[in-house]
């Protein structure tokens, strides 16, 4: 990713709309698949400038929060929210002793370009507990990939059936998948067409950019209503898709690492 993109991310992530929602459909979703209410060990892997750690602190004050990121500028930025222990490292090679989370959160990571799919989702089935649960978000669609996508130095774009048949690969039980972003949809597919490439000689940059306070609010009332409905019915399209998996008896990692 573009490390000018990590400054905007700390600046907006925290109440912007986007995440708002991305946030609420992971505790959503988690919580019809495990007890949030006992203390659990959660890793956050790929967690960026630290939003979501800082999000499940509050949510699930029990618990006990790592986070991983392969970019300094992420960990520092992550470490000084205090929401959880931040430590530098790739999610193709976890610096964690085998099954020592309960819960694995990896939000917008797996599509990366430096992130080998097979092998980090490997690691992230290492690192869970037996039956332990992922929850997995990525983008959706190739035919949606523009100037955002070079920002961000995204390598693919997935459809939730890609989804679905990488994580069973990778030895995880499918416990729900659902398409989100859906009632924006069309306008995101217009927005996308028009920013393909950066202008000539500028630097790309994403989608993420401070919007209006009542334009923030609005889109945040859409995307939590149906997050609401997201995760009681999978939804057919959309943008983004989120997967819950738990990890299986038969899964092919064999790699360890030194724990933490």
């Known amino acids: ?19 708002v929602g991305l946030r609420d459909l992971l505790l959503a979703l988690a919580g019809r ?8 060990r959660i890793l ?9 750690l800082s999000f499940l602190a ?5 618990s006990t929060l790592f986070g991983v990121d392969a970019e300094a500028v992420a960990v520092d930025l992550a470490s000084s929210r205090e929401a959880g222990t931040v430590v530098r490292a790739s999610i193709n090679e976890l610096p964690f002793a085998s099954a020592a989370f309960d819960l694995v959160v990896c939000l917008d990571v797996l599509y990366f370009r ?21 929850v997995i978000n990525v983008p959706a669609y190739e035919f949606l990939r523009g100037e ?5 130095d995204t390598r693919h774009r997935y459809t939730a059936k890609e989804l679905r048949d990488v994580l069973e690969r990778a030895g995880f039980q499918i416990e729900a998948t659902t398409y989100w972003n859906t009632l924006l949809f069309p306008f995101i597919v217009a927005w996308r067409r028009v920013r393909r490439r950066p202008r000539r000689g500028a630097a790309p940059t994403s989608d993420l950019w401070p919007l209006p306070r009542w334009l923030n609010r609005l889109l945040t009332r859409l995307i939590t209503k149906e997050v609401r409905m997201a995760s009681r019915i999978p939804l057919p ?12 008896a038969n899964g092919r990692s064999h790699a360890l690492s ?3």
């Open 258 to 260: 030194p724990p933490v």
């Open 33 to 40: 698949h495990c007890d949030l209410s006992v203390p659990l």
């Open 44 to 52: 956050d892997a790929g967690c960026g400038t630290g939003g979501t």
């Open 1 to 19: 990713m573009e490390l000018h993109e990590y400054s905007t991310l700390r600046s907006l992530e925290d109440d912007y709309w986007w995440y």
């Open 237 to 248: 399209f959309g943008i983004s898709i989120m997967a819950i998996a738990k990890k299986g």
């Open 58 to 62: 509050k949510a699930l004050p029990r």
């Open 148 to 152: 955002h996508d070079l920002a961000v």
């Open 114 to 134: 430096g992130v080998e799919e097979s092998r980090a989702l490997d690691e992230l089935a290492r690192v869970l507990r037996s039956a332990g649960l992922a």
